[in-house]
Structures are given as structure tokens and as C-alpha cells.
């Protein structure tokens, strides 16, 4: 409510404010201004009339909340309009109450206020906290900011701007001085500030005559940082802390930002009794111990949490305050009372901060009080626990941590169960992180030690999974013996189409003979080999279909179905079931494919798995199951496996989700902008699960030319012909040329596209050539809009040349449309709108056409096909054009071109703008 007040003194004090606009203002708000009388001061000049107090109601009851919170909506909006917009912004959102959330959930879904932003600034360490309680009801409106720490060249800009030096005052000195003080600040902005004003009140920065002197090495020896924060954070309450609530707060500080009160306790009582000789202060009990946290919470400095045991500190500097007061000398010998209190506990939580806690006390600890292969399987502990949280990196520092406490090699003597299983498991999370050699290395240890052959087949999957990621083809002779050896699958060399045809016949005997139902129903998998035998020749089948080897990929999709068939289903029957649906669909079994693509989507349901459902949905999708269903009614289903993939760190699952979902999420007329806020953010995501190593995934080549088309369709740049090159932030064209064939379509399938959409008919045409006689061009979604573009562009150059060959063109790309896609949803509007581009080549009149074209149009606004309807208009105007309508039409260019700013298309729009600027 201080906000509101603030807002209207400033209101009160703005040049624009005029009796009209305080009248204007006491109407929109109405009675809704006398609920907040008592809330918001110098509210009285925008009342209409006198408020009596005592008929408002208590903000407490649910009713009277209801009235406040439209009231306090009402005020914003009455407050704001577009010529004087309204920014509020409040600060530490984490430590708002209920009633304030509830009010600002009401901001974030209200939509009557249209001339405010409302700017919301929490901690990092809050994010999904906030993001899930908070944000969730306007995830779809909300741009998310990110504020970093300062890097060492921002803090030496910043030290100049606070001294006020000129350009001239560029010493190395400085240099030096702005570098200590990174290491001692870490970059945080506040910290900086609070040390630079630390060093100048006391003296260890003077300026003189324009020139500021300093010692280097007196300040080094300080330890201003924990003075500033001491004097300026925690201020008199820190000086008035009793020195028993001090030292009990040090080691909170040191366990974290949340605590409990009794593990503390007892760490601390144990660590001033190891101190007890240096020391003649009594050692607390636990009642003073709780008495003196619940003192701390009354001076503002803890919080009590729901949990009558847990505390968290006020706010995170206070802990860095507390923190900062330890010495060095003891802060490890605290890490080690710490870890050893944790260890009583039993939940997998504080064994992971126990493992934090004594692995941090370990260098120092030169008595070795903690045993090295204990704390080796605490770390193991800890690393499981990591990555059930999805924190693969701090899972891969822990099995790091445990296996450099073995010893050397003669850990495969001593503890050989041990480090056998933390190498496989840091195999794993060094693949998900990105380090593909530390990946490989470990896990070829695991390979050449493993001792029986449930420890080398996941060894064997990983192979498989580490070549396929990477670009490295998959069934190279060295994996060919290996499967030969472990798995007894022994793939011929050379396959040949007859191979492939016996296979076939097999299978397809088998599916006319059983129903869905009784296929459902066979049994499970009991066979670790047969399990992993069918796991791997997934992977091997996806290597063989990217790699455009099709006779191998077929051949082992249904040795896979046979496999399964014979021995039982798994979670993995469903990938071979579905790439069985796509060998169907590219022989033209149609009705077989879709068939296939359902059952595969139950089969996963009955045995779902993270790290092969998404996968399968988006193969589905994209192959099979776009003929009867609505693209955008599959986006959902795509968007569940997505955030499995996630969760899990499946590189090859999470790209399968986002080739998919980015693509439909285009070509349904999703907004431009949100799309790419969309796309960044998940994109951002896989990022972090590597560390920012996905450069080493070769399989995220396919995602790149969609972000990198959107990205472009929204820049503001003059020379259009720069926007038909994909390369950008995103990607570089030059290193995705060459990669495999697939990569290669979506790649020029993009820049055919967008020089459609600026006319440059000639190079489209030339692209859609080289690219009609691949699978994705015929047997998936894709050959909707490439028959639609491919033919579009036809008719353009035809009508432009006259040549026959174009409309030879045109007309085959319907053919093809009809022929394979006339039952399919998806495929009415590309084909509705080529067969209007025929039908104005015939000697039909003027307002026969007018009329189709406005049927489809309308058609699309229904639909919300925004990018379509876009094309829509725009063919209109020209067909009508063509015939003559030249004033009638020009409402047309008019809709076309708003349909830019509707779609977010900003370059289009600035294009038309500029080419068709005398209609527009």
C-alpha cells in the first residue's frame, strides 16, 4: 500500500495532472476508492465523494479481501492509461506474506489493466519457489530476467564510476584493487558497494587532488568485507548478539541458509567443547540454545519455518554476515562437527550435506578423523541423491570426490563393488553434463573391469547412446563385436532388401493375426540380455534412420519387434513399434502406420519410461499420427514427455520433444514472440544440464534452424536477403551444412521458407528441388507445407515467366497433396489454398474467386492459423490483382500485412510496409 500512496503524491505532483484527469480518474475508480481510504494516503483528491470510515469492511474476512483486491485493480487502472503508463515495482517478492501473493496472483491475471507493468524482483535461490507458487497463473505474459554478479571488468567500471576518476586514471594499480575486490565480493553489486565505502571510511582509500592513493597490501591483510557487512547489513543488531548466539549462528551459516535448530545445536555444543581449553564461557544446552534462536528471530535476524525445528536466516546476507565473521583456521574444523552430526541422520538429505560438509573439511583435516572409504560411500550417497534431483553436475563432483578417496588402482582389489558402481554411475552423469571424453573413459573402465554381464549391459546402452549423441556412427565394427560378445546379436555386415522383406513378412504375419489388445497383454521382459538387447537396438535403429541408412534401420526395427514378440515387451517396445509405424507409412500402408502409432503411445503408457516416451510421442506425432489428429491437439502430449526428458537428462529424448513441438508450435500460428521466449527457455535448460557443453550433442543441429527462422522473422533489417541466411545468436549455417542428411533438409526446408515469404521465388524454387526426394519431404508433417510452398512458389515464377514447367510444378504438388493427404486435417488449408492459386488460372470470374478466397480466410481466423492466414490474404490480393480488382482488394494487403504484427513476424511486416507503403 506504500506503493499506492507514493503513486499519488507523484500523481498529485505530475505536470500532466489537470482537474480533467483528476476527474477522469475519480470516475474510473468510483466507490472502489473508499476501501482503500484507510490503506492508501492522499487518496482523498481522487474520491468522488466523502468516505465514511466505518462502512468499510475488514480486509481480514474473505468477502471484504475480495472487494480489496478489485479495488486495489481498479486504482491501477484508473491510475494509468497509455499515455502516462504505470511501472510498479516490488522488491524481495520471497518474503511477501499470503494476503500480498493473493493480491499480486490478482495483478498477474487480471486483464483490465492494460497501461501498467508490474515488475517482481526475488532471489535466485527462490526461483521455482516463486515460479510455481506466484507466476504460474501468467506464465504465457511474464518476460523473465536474469541479473548476474559483476564480472572482473564490470567491477573495475564500477570502481571508477564510485571514485569519480577520469580516463586518464587507467593504472594497472587500479586493475589490481578492482580484482581484490572481485575475489572478496564475488561480483555481487552490493557487496562491492559496501567494500568501496568501507575502505574509503577507513582511510584505506584517499583521494587527493583529483587522485586516489591506496595500499594495496594493507588492504589485502583487512577483512573490510566482513566489517561492511557486519557495520552496514546486520548493523547495531550484530554489535548487540550475544557472543554464544554469535558463534551459534556462524555454524548455521556455515550449514546454509536454512537450518535445523537441533543438529545445529548439537554441532555447536560439540564444537565449543573441542574448543573448551581456549575457551572459560560455559557450553549451552539446548533449551538456551533454543532460547537464543527464538532472540534471534525476535531481532529480525532468523525466521521460524511452519516446521517447529527449522529456522532460515532473514535474508541471505545476514547469513553471509554470520558467515563471513569465521576464521579460516577454524571454519573446516566446523565443517567436520557438522558432517559428523549429520551423520545420525537418516534421510537422504543430510546425507548429501554431509558429504558437503566433511568433503570441505577433508584437506585440512590432517588426522583423518572421517574414514576414506565411508566417506567414498557417502559421496556415492550423495551423488544418487543429486540425481534424483536432476542436479547431474554436482552428482558428477561427488562420484569425482568418492573415487579419488580409493586408492589408486587397488581400488579394484579392495573395493572393487564400490568403485565398479560409482564409475558406472559417473559414466552416466558425465554424458548428461556434456564431458563426452570423461563419459567414454569411464565408461570403457567399467566395460574392461566389469565382472559379470549385468554390469556391462547399461556399459553397452551408453556406447550405443555416447556415438549416437555425438555424430559417431553407431554399428562400427568395434560395437559389432561387442554386441556379437555380450549381447549374442550378430548383425550382418550387408544387409540386403530381401533380408529386410523375410523380416517383414514375419512381423506383419504376426500383427494380422493378433488384436492391440492381446499384444498388450503379452509379458514382461525377464531377461536382463533380452532387455538390454532390445534397449540398444533402438538406439542403433534411430543412428541407422538419421543416418538415411534405411535398409539397416528397417532391418533392425524389426529384428527389435521380433525380439519383443518372442521373449515379451519392455519399455523400449514402444520405440520399435513406432519406428515399425514409419517403415509402414513410407511403403504406404497407411492405415497399418496409424495402427502402429496408437499402439505404440498405449504401449508406453502400460510401460512408460522417462527416457524413450518423448521419443515416441514426437515420432508418432510427426510421422503417423498427424493424418487423423489436429497438429496442436498433440502438442500436449509432446510437452509432458518433454519435461520427463528434462528432468532426466535424455539429450536424445529432449531434442526428439523440441523438433517437434517448436515445428508444430510454428506452423499452428503460434505468436512469434512467445514462441521464442518459449524456445529459449527450454533450450536454456538442456543447456544447464551440460554445463554449457551442448555443442557436443551433434543431435541439437535439428532444433537450431527453427529457433534461428524465428529469431530472424522478428529482427527489423533492411536488407532482406540477410535474413535467409541462418546464422545468428543460434546457429552458424557454415557448420550446419555439415552435418548429416536430415540436418540438411530442416536447414534449407527454413531458408526455403523465408525467402518465400520476401518473394525470392527463384532461390526457393531451387532449393524445394534438392529436397523433394527425401523422407521427411514425403512421409512426415513436413510434406504439408513443402508441397504447399513448393507449389506456391510454382505458380509465383509461372505467372512472373510463363513457363510450363512451373505449373507443371504447381499442379503436381496438389496432386500429391490430395493423393496422400486428403483425409488429413492438417493438410485442408495448404490444400484449400493451392486449388483457390488453380482456380485463377481458369476463366472463372472475378467474384467467384473473391469468394473462395474469403471462405478460406475465414476458415483460418477460426482456426488461428495466424502465419496461414497471413499467406491467405496476401495470394488473395495478388489473384485478385491479376484479374483486375484493384480497389476492392486492397483491404487485403492491409490484412496481410496485420497479420505480421498478429503473428509477430516482424520482419515481414517491415517489408510489406516498405514495399507496399502507397496501399498501406
Known amino acids: ?63 471484504g479481501f475480495a472487494m480489496f483486491k478489485v479495488a486495489c485493480e481498479n486504482f491501477v487502472r484508473a491510475m494509468s492509461c497509455k499515455d502516462h503508463p504505470v511501472i510498479i515495482f516490488l522488491d524481495d517478492v520471497q518474503w511477501a506474506d499470503k494476503g500480498s501473493q493473493d493480491l499480486m496472483r490478482w495483478f498477474l491475471k487480471s486483464t483490465k489493466i492494460e497501461s501498467a507493468m508490474l515488475i517482481l524482483s526475488f532471489r535466485d535461490k527462490e526461483v521455482d519457489k516463486i515460479k510455481d507458487s506466484l507466476l504460474a497463473v501468467a506464465k504465457d505474459r511474464l518476460l523473465d530476467i536474469e541479473v548476474h554478479n ?65 595500499n594495496l597490501d594493507h588492504i589485502k591483510q583487512s577483512t573490510m568485507v566482513s566489517d561492511a557487512l557486519a557495520n552496514n547489513l546486520v548493523s547495531q543488531k550484530l554489535k548487540q548478539c550475544d557472543a554464544k548466539l554469535i558463534q551459534l549462528l556462524q555454524v548455521a551459516s556455515l550449514f546454509g541458509y536454512r537450518f535445523s535448530a537441533s543438529i545445529i545445536a548439537d554441532a555447536t555444543i560439540e564444537f565449543m567443547k573441542q574448543s573448551v581449553g581456549r575457551s572459560t564461557e560455559p557450553l549451552p544446552e539446548k533449551p538456551t540454545v533454543n532460547a537464543l534462536l527464538e532472540n534471534a528471530v525476535n531481532e529480525n535476524i532468523l525466521e521460524s519455518l511452519s516446521s517447529c525445528d527449522m529456522y532460515q536466516f532473514s535474508h541471505d546476507k545476514i547469513q553471509a554476515a554470520f558467515l563471513g565473521l569465521i576464521e579460516e583456521s577454524t571454519k573446516w574444523k566446523m565443517h567436520l562437527v557438522i558432517g559428523q552430526r549429520l551423520l545420525n541422520e537418516t534421510n537422504e538429505a543430510a546425507g548429501y550435506h554431509a558429504a558437503l560438509h566433511l568433503n570441505a573439511s577433508r584437506k585440512y583435516d590432517t588426522n583423518q578423523t572421517v574414514d576414506c572409504i565411508e566417506l567414498s560411500k557417502l559421496n556415492l550417497q550423495a551423488a544418487k541423491y543429486c540425481e534424483s534431483r536432476s542436479d547431474f553436475s554436482k552428482s558428477a563432483s561427488f562420484l569425482r570426490q568418492g573415487l579419488s578417496l580409493l586408492d589408486g588402482n587397488e581400488k579394484w582389489t579392495k573395493n572393487y563393488d564400490l568403485a565398479i558402481e560409482m564409475t558406472r554411475l ?29 554390469l556391462r549391459y547399461p556399459t553397452i546402452f551408453l556406447e550405443a547412446e555416447l556415438a549416437l549423441a555425438t555424430g559417431q556412427p553407431v554399428l562400427v565394427p568395434r560395437f559389432r563385436k561387442i554386441l556379437a560378445k555380450n549381447l549374442e546379436i550378430r548383425i550382418p555386415r550387408y544387409i540386403t532388401p530381401l533380408n529386410v522383406f523375410l523380416k517383414l513378412e514375419r512381423v506383419r504375419k504376426y500383427f494380422r493375426k493378433y488384436t492391440d489388445n492381446y499384444i498388450l497383454s503379452l509379458p514382461r521382459i525377464t531377461d536382463n540380455k533380452i532387455f538390454t538387447t532390445v534397449r540398444v537396438l533402438v538406439t542403433v535403429a534411430s543412428d541407422c534412420l538419421i543416418r538415411d541408412n534405411e535398409i539397416a534401420g528397417a532391418y533392425i526395427v524389426l529384428l527389435n519387434v521380433i525380439l519383443s514378440f518372442s521373449y515379451g515387451l519392455c519399455e523400449y517396445t514402444s520405440a520399435a513399434i513406432v519406428y515399425y509405424g514409419i517403415l509402414e507409412s513410407m511403403i504406404g500402408n497407411k492405415a497399418t502406420a496409424y495402427r502402429l502409432g496408437e499402439l505404440s503411445l498405449k504401449m508406453n503408457s502400460a510401460y512408460p519410461a522417462k527416457d524413450v516416451g518423448g521419443g515416441v510421442s514426437a515420432f508418432a506425432s510427426l510421422y503417423i499420427l498427424y493424418r487423423e489428429h489436429y497438429l496442436k491437439h498433440l502438442l500436449t502430449l509432446c510437452s509432458s514427455k518433454l519435461a520427463d526428458a528434462l528432468a532426466i537428462g535424455d539429450h536424445l529424448c529432449i531434442v526428439s520433444c523440441l523438433f517437434f513441438q517448436f515445428n508444430a508450435q510454428l506452423w499452428t500460428g503460434e505468436n512469434l ?41 522478428q529482427k527489423r533489417d533492411e536488407d532482406w536477403k540477410d535474413l535467409t541466411v541462418l546464422s545468428g545468436a543460434i546457429m552458424d549455417e557454415g557448420e550446419g551444412l555439415k552435418k548429416n542428411g536430415q540436418a540438411l533438409w530442416i536447414i534449407n526446408f527454413c531458408k526455403m ?27 512426415s508433417y513436413f510434406a504439408l507445407p513443402f508441397h504447399f510452398l513448393r507449389g506456391i512458389t510454382a505458380y509465383r515464377l509461372y505467372h512472373s515467366t510463363c513457363k510450363p514447367k512451373y505449373i507443371r510444378t504447381a ?27 488453380e482456380l485463377s488460372m481458369s476463366r472463372c470470374d472475378a467474384d467467384t474467386l473473391e469468394v473462395a478466397c474469403t471462405e478460406i480466410i475465414d476458415i483460418l481466423a477460426e482456426e488461428g492459423l495466424s502465419n496461414l492466414e497471413g499467406f491467405a490474404n496476401e495470394q488473395a490480393y495478388k489473384i485478385l490483382k491479376r484479374h483486375g480488382r484493384f480497389d476492392s482488394n486492397k483491404y487485403l494487403k492491409q490484412a496481410a500485412h496485420a497479420y505480421g504484427n498478429k503473428w509477430g513476424a516482424l520482419a515481414k511486416y517491415e517489408w510489406m510496409r516498405y514495399i507496399h507503403q502507397p496501399i498501406l
Not at 505530475?14 to 494516503?41: C, M, Y
Not at 548428461?432 to 559379470?452: E, H, P, T
Request: proline share 3%; glycine share 2%.
Open 426 to 454: 559417473l559414466a552416466t552423469m558425465e554424458f548428461i553434463v556434456g564431458n563426452i571424453q570423461a563419459s567414454m573413459y569411464a565408461n570403457q573402465q567399467v566395460l574392461f573391469r566389469a565382472k559379470s554381464s549385468l
Open 1 to 63: 500500500m506504500t506503493a499506492f500512496s507514493d503513486l499519488c503524491d507523484l500523481m498529485l505532483q505530475a505536470e500532466h495532472f489537470n482537474p480533467t484527469r483528476q476527474t477522469a480518474i475519480q470516475k474510473e475508480l468510483g466507490d472502489d476508492g473508499r476501501i482503500l481510504f484507510k490503506s492508501v494516503t492522499n487518496i482523498s483528491p481522487f474520491l468522488e465523494k466523502p468516505t465514511i470510515l466505518e462502512n468499510n469492511r475488514d480486509t481480514k474476512e474473505e468477502s
Open 753 to 779: 521458407y523465408i525467402q518465400h515469404l520476401f518473394e525470392f521465388y527463384e532461390e526457393a524454387y531451387g532449393i524445394s528441388r534438392g529436397l523433394c526426394d527425401d523422407s521427411l519431404a514425403t512421409e
Open 811 to 837: 499442379r503436381k504438388c496438389i496432386k500429391s497433396l490430395k493423393k496422400h493427404h486428403s483425409a488429413c486435417p492438417n493438410a485442408t488449408p495448404y490444400l484449400r489454398l493451392l486449388e483457390i492459386e
Open 150 to 214: 559483476l564480472d572482473p571488468e564490470e567491477v573495475y567500471q564500477f570502481l571508477r564510476v564510485k571514485l569519480q576518476l577520469s580516463k586518464e586514471d587507467n593504472n594497472t594499480e587500479l586493475h589490481h584493487l578492482s580484482t581484490l575486490i572481485f575475489r572478496k565480493t564475488d561480483g555481487n553489486p552490493f557487496l562491492v558497494l559496501q567494500f568501496i565505502d568501507s575502505l574509503r571510511e577507513n582511510k584505506l582509500i584517499v583521494k587527493r587532488q583529483g587522485k586516489c592513493k591506496f
Open 673 to 713: 514472440k512467445s514462441l521464442e521466449a518459449s524456445m529459449l527457455h527450454v533450450y536454456a535448460r538442456a543447456k544447464d544440464l551440460c554445463s554449457d557443453q551442448l555443442h557436443q550433442f551433434s543431435s541439437y543441429v535439428f532444433i537450431l534452424p527453427t529457433m534461428q527462422l524465428v529469431i530472424n522473422l
